[in-house]
Nanobody, 120 residues
């Protein structure tokens, strides 16, 4: 059974930090590029960060550059998102996403999401 399970969300004040984790199982984790997305009712879904399968490359959305760091441990089938200097605009449900072939998004795997709330 394919699973992606996020954890680490919570409530923090402006300027605080959180580290999200996403553990995969039931598929060849190391073969998949991994992404973190976030979703809010007002903005819809936004891509936050994207890392290649080997972890050799990572891209960040402009609105998190310099504040968020994505990493992965393929031995533990886990990807992380270290979030620093959080602001209320970072309040969202954060989802991890595993992608094998960008031309076949229907085959992607998704986690259930973890809520992040940043208060001013």
């Amino acid at each position: 059974q394919v699973q992606l399970v996020e954890s680490g969300g919570g409530s923090v004040q402006t300027g605080g930090s959180l580290t999200l984790s996403c553990k995969g199982s039931g598929f060849t984790f190391s073969a998949y590029s991994m992404k973190w997305h976030r979703q809010t009712p007002g903005k819809g879904r936004e891509l936050v960060a994207h890392m290649t399968s080997a972890g050799s490359g990572v891209d960040y959305a402009d609105f998190v550059k310099g504040r968020f760091t994505m990493s992965r441990n393929n031995m533990e089938n886990t990807v992380y998102l270290q979030m620093n200097n959080l602001t209320p605009d970072d309040t969202a449900v954060y989802y991890c996403n595993a992608q094998l072939n960008p031309k076949m998004p229907i085959a992607d795997h998704w986690g259930q999401g973890t809520q992040v709330i940043v208060s001013s």
